[in-house]
């Protein structure tokens, strides 16, 4: 493919991730951080959110498998995400971790066992569409392209 | 672990000591930071950031790290929390007068009150963008360079 369509293709994709709610203006700020002395910063920031977030998930996990659940770990694993994924604007993670937080207020198992589901069926998602986001600019960069700035 | 960005030995841009358990925000931070012209020290618990500061147990304060011009602090971390960190600086006779941040990802109006009046100089909203650092600026251009002098309009 040219240059020219792989850069229409990144700036619909990415239009689309926004319209659709997976990510938020927060995103738009690490991708205005990124410059010559880091031109791989939004990668970078990204791939500390999917180590933490696949480390919270097997422990959020865990967390809710015990027989007498500790609500309150469970809830500082959930702090943790929400901050993590607000912080690189994957919006409906976070928002998924909010609807979570209260349920483990009211330590409700069942509602947490359905969050913790939705929480991670959002993770998988935004991460499998921020790779393909990546892998869109790393196609421009060998065509020799620029990747496009994004109003 | 505490790490510091590069910079030459007689720099004129000033100091921040971040801290923040997560990783991702403390990247974040660094990063609004130096794209801020500011030069910085990154700590991921209170502990760490005491020994930064020279208050670190058995410690002296000539064993710490170059002057530090602002502290931003996360509020809710394990261990120490950033309210206690505020009230350890502000007992310091040498460092009560470094302006400390709080900042949160929770808008919790008595958690606000009382940073304020332990002190903090002000307590911001997470995520930060780059608007919210452009106004920590006038906070450290006063401390660093008190003779320059800088008009610093308001919040």
Request: with cysteine; proline share 3%.
């Amino acid at each position: 493919m040219e240059v020219g369509q792989l850069q229409k293709s990144f700036v619909d994709y990415t239009a689309s991730l926004f319209r659709e709610g997976f990510l938020d203006g927060q995103f738009s700020q690490l991708q205005q951080l990124q410059d010559e002395s880091n031109p791989d910063f939004v990668v970078e920031v990204v791939s500390l959110f999917f180590e933490d977030s696949d480390k919270l998930l097997n422990d959020l996990t865990r967390a809710l498998d015990q027989q007498n659940i500790d609500f309150k770990k469970v809830d500082a694993h959930v702090h943790q995400l929400k901050g993590s994924s607000s912080s690189i604007g994957a919006q409906r993670v976070k928002n998924a971790c909010v609807a979570f937080r209260n349920f483990c207020e009211e330590q409700n198992v069942e509602a947490c066992l359905r969050c913790l589901h939705q929480v991670k069926q959002e993770y998988l998602l935004v991460k499998s569409k921020l790779e393909t986001l990546f892998t869109l600019e790393q196609q421009i960069i060998t065509a020799g392209g620029a990747i496009p700035m994004m109003e | 672990m505490a790490s510091s960005s590069r910079g030459r030995e007689s720099d004129e841009r000033p100091h921040v000591l971040a801290v923040d358990d997560s990783l991702v925000d403390r990247r974040l931070i660094e990063k609004l930071l130096t794209s801020s012209a500011c030069k910085v020290t990154t700590a991921e618990n209170g502990q760490r950031a005491l020994e930064v500061l020279g208050l670190g147990d058995g410690q002296h304060a000539n064993n710490c790290v170059s002057e530090i011009n602002l502290i931003i602090t996360d509020y809710c971390m394990p261990g120490m929390t950033g309210y206690e960190l505020l009230k350890k600086v502000k007992e310091s006779s040498r460092l009560r007068e470094i302006p400390v941040v709080i900042v949160s990802s929770e808008n919790v109006p008595t958690r606000i009150k009382e940073c304020l009046e332990e002190g903090a100089q002000e307590f911001m909203l997470k995520p930060l963008n780059q608007s919210d650092v452009m106004k920590l600026r006038c906070y450290m251009m006063k401390l660093s360079h008190p003779s320059k002098g800088q008009l610093c309009i308001g919040r």
